[in-house]
Structure formats: structure tokens, C-alpha cells
């Protein structure tokens, strides 16, 4: 979940706040449905209203949506505005959706449920011919030489007085958001995918580019990011050449910095495989000579071995695993029992220190966990 102050700085974002306001003033009619997925503070459902919506849903399962609420009686638009404080694939609204805008992307579109969320919103939200915003956004690639960015992930790894080194392998199978300009490429960008929303079907990635290196240089890494088509003729992009924006470059590194020359060949594999509701990434990448078409280097690199697994979570998650509850799960579970709607929070917790005496001293400790787990699964 972002934080209040990020929020912030999306509003700051000025490129793509003008975007996003000038594609609702081109859709938004007297009269339409407008549903604001993930709504945060309120801005887009807000300015929905003051176009002239004749109502706005507006869902969002963070704490954020009390700012969005008191800014609705602060415009006076709460007649016109329906909050729901849930995931969109919790809920349903009277009627379908003229217009379903969003801006749930990370770095990337491929971000926690970005995509399944807009699949189901709108199979089962959007009316037939209604308007989805973003229309697509446009995934581009290119072969950077970003010494600094990669020393600053590595280096750390390299000058200590002990072996540190095997730290290196999880560092470099893991990407991050990065500033990488236009005089650090490689190779001219090329475009491997095109995420048409209107159309999307799977929340899963897979594409292979090839790009040529228009200059020699070193390679550390590979920088993906998106042209994003709100409506017709409106919308932004990170491109490297453009102005910055909140989003940044995801920047991919290699295992080692690898010399290229000019007209070296480039093959990009990138996979991205939602996984317990996060995404796992591959990135396989060939760098072949021009001269002799012989591979300077050849690297598969997953996030999968960017997370340090022990052992004992290895053999947890293995299919022939047969779990138990540890301690803290018996008292999750003790917590869950007991919410049936007829006891209080302060009833469950009492109950909890006399089940678990030796965990719960007192009842302020009890009171903390009953609280934290109806906070997550009450109604």
C-alpha cells in the first residue's frame, strides 16, 4: 500500500497528472458512471464528479479512502460518490461503468494485481462499449551501461573484510526501480509488448526482443519500461528521453559487467509469472560478437534466487510437506474460531490469555493480536 505522502508525489507528477486529467475530460459525459479503481485520496473520482458524472464508485482497500471520503464533503460530492473500502474483486456496483479508471502499475504494469484487476473489473464492471483508462501501455527495452547503478548494488558486496560474495548472486537477480538516462543506452530501444487492456486475457508476461548495440561499450544491465495511451492522442511515458516521472526505469542486472562492441546482437527473454499474488521474473540474455556471431556471455537470471531461502522454508513449501500449526498459527486460529459476530474483541482476547498463559502475561498483549487479526479478516 503507498503511503499518504506518496500519494503526494503521483499528484506532483505533473506529465502524468495532466495526462490522466485531460483523457477524463475527453470521456467523461453528463450523466456517465464513472468507477475509480484503487482511488486513493479521491482525485480522479473528484474530478469525475465536478465533469459531470452522475455517480462515481470509488474502491480502495487502503486506509487512504478516509481522505478521499472527507474530500468528498469538502467538494461537496458525497451525493454523487459511493465508497467501497475493498478490493474490486470483492465487490459489485448497482450498475455498469460507463468509464473504470486506474493507475495501479508499479514501475512496471506488472505490479501485485494490476492486471487481474482490470481483467475481472471489466468483465464484470464496465458496460458494453465503456471506456477503460489506461487503453494499453506499450513495453520498450534497451541495453544499458550504468557503472554507477550497478556499483551501488554490488560493491557493497566486494569491500568488506570477510567473503561476502556469495551475497552478489541474490543482488543480481533482483531488479529495481532506477533513473537511467538517455546517454546510457546501449542500443536504440525496442518495443516487445503491447499490454492492450481492452483485450488482456492473461496477467502473465513472456516476450524475446533483440536488440543491436549502436555504440561499444559495458553492459550492466538491461532497462525496460512503458509508453502508456491513456485514450486517443493522450498519455505519457518513462522513456529514458522523457522527463521524469514517478515511475522510473526498471533497471535488470547483469551477474558481471560484459564489454560490448558496436553491432553486437542482444537477445532479451523477459517472463514475469504471477506467483502467490506476486510476480516472479526471468530475464535470459544473450550478448553475441557482430564479427563472429560467438556469444560474448549467456546468463538466466530469476528473482527466484533474488530471496535467500533456508532449508526449513524450502522443505515447507515442497508438495510432500505435511504442515502443523507452530504456536502463532494455533493462536491465529484461536482468534479466527471465535469471530462469529456474537464476541468482542475484548471477549476473544480474555479468552486468549486463559488458552495461552504462558504467551499472554496479560490482557493488553492479547488485545494487540485480536485486534491486528480483525483488522485483516473482520466484517
Known sequence: MYSVYFYGQMLADTPRLRAYIEALKRTVK???????????????????????????????????????????????????????????????????AD?????????????????????????????????????RDVLWASVVEASERYDE????????????????????????????????????????YKLDYDEIETRNLETTVLLEANRSGT??????????ELVD????SNNPSSLELIYGQAFFPL??????????????????DMVRGDYLWRWDTSILASRTSQPR??????????VPLSPG?????????KPALNEVGQVRSFIMEAMTGDNSVEEIATRLVKQFPKRYPDLTAALDDVTAVSLEFGK
Open 219 to 228: 553492459a550492466h544491465g538491461l532497462a525496460v519500461w512503458f509508453d502508456s
Open 99 to 135: 468509464i473504470i479508471v486506474s493507475d495501479l502499475r508499479g514501475v512496471l504494469p506488472w505490479y501485485e494485481t494490476n492486471i487481474p484487476s482490470i481483467i475481472d473489473a471489466r468483465t464484470r464492471l464496465l458496460a458494453n462499449g465503456g471506456v477503460l483508462i489506461p487503453r
Open 255 to 272: 551477474p558481471h559487467p560484459v564489454a560490448i562492441e558496436h553491432r553486437d546482437r542482444i537477445e532479451l527473454t523477459l517472463k514475469a
Open 233 to 236: 492522442g493522450v498519455g505519457f
Open 297 to 306: 556471455a549467456s546468463f538466466r537470471q530469476s528473482t527466484l534466487y533474488g
Open 313 to 321: 522454508k524450502l522443505r515447507k513449501q515442497s508438495a510432500g510437506y
Open 30 to 96: 453528463p450523466g456517465a458512471v464513472v468507477l475509480d479503481l484503487g482511488c486513493g485520496p479521491g482525485f480522479f473520482a473528484l474530478l469525475a464528479c465536478q465533469l459531470g458524472a452522475r455517480r462515481v464508485y470509488a474502491v480502495e482497500p487502503d486506509d487512504v479512502i478516509q481522505i478521499a471520503r472527507e474530500a468528498a464533503t469538502a467538494n461537496g460530492c458525497t451525493e454523487k460518490i459511493e465508497f467501497f473500502q475493498d478490493f474490486s474483486t470483492e465487490i459489485t456496483i448497482p450498475e455498469p
Open 153 to 192: 548494488i554490488v560493491s557493497p558486496w566486494e569491500r568488506t573484510d570477510v567473503d561476502l560474495s556469495r551475497a552478489k548472486r541474490v543482488v543480481t537477480n533482483t531488479w529495481r526501480k532506477a533513473r537511467i538516462s538517455a546517454d546510457q543506452l546501449l542500443a536504440s530501444p525496442v518495443c516487445c
